[in-house]
């Protein structure tokens, strides 16, 4: 694989199994899908405090079911019960949770800024809709 091409695949790889599944699956797991929250770490933060650890454990926790199936893959070629890409399309995702919550725990406001304003750009981009899907 080239350096273009690889690329070409980041592209590809980010709109099918990365944003897709956050735009599906992150309004419904935070909470602001509902209404009842416009924090997008909501999640993390409602389960860190139920069971009394820090919200950034328990993205690690989700992380960590994601990297266990990508390692069973790695070590038996069989996939699960999901697609291989789907689970590093989680993985990723999971990294960037992480790193959001960190820039939150450490008040690093001109992340937090960026991340909002392109978290803003991104829903009225979308309006509701999924990426469009790019063919391989």
């Known amino acids: 694989m080239t350096s273009s091409e690889r690329e070409e695949f980041k592209v590809w790889f980010r709109a099918n199994y990365a944003d897709k599944v956050m735009a599906v699956k992150g309004p419904e797991y935070s909470g602001t899908g509902r209404g009842s929250t416009q924090d997008v770490n909501g999640n993390f ?5 139920l069971l009394g650890i820090d919200p950034l454990v328990v993205a690690a926790v989700y992380f960590l079911k ?3 199936a990508i390692l069973t893959y790695i070590k038996l070629g069989t996939e699960g019960s999901e697609p291989i890409y789907g689970r590093f399309g989680d993985a990723y995702n999971y990294i960037e949770i992480m790193a959001s919550l960190v820039a939150e725990q450490k008040g690093d406001p001109e992340i937090i ?24």
Request: aromatic fraction near 0%.
């Open 113 to 136: 800024h960026r991340a909002n304003a392109v978290l803003a750009d991104a829903a009225r981009t979308l309006d509701g809709q999924l990426p469009p899907v790019l063919v391989q």
């Open 45 to 49: 933060k409602r389960v860190g405090e």
């Open 66 to 68: 994601h990297l266990d």
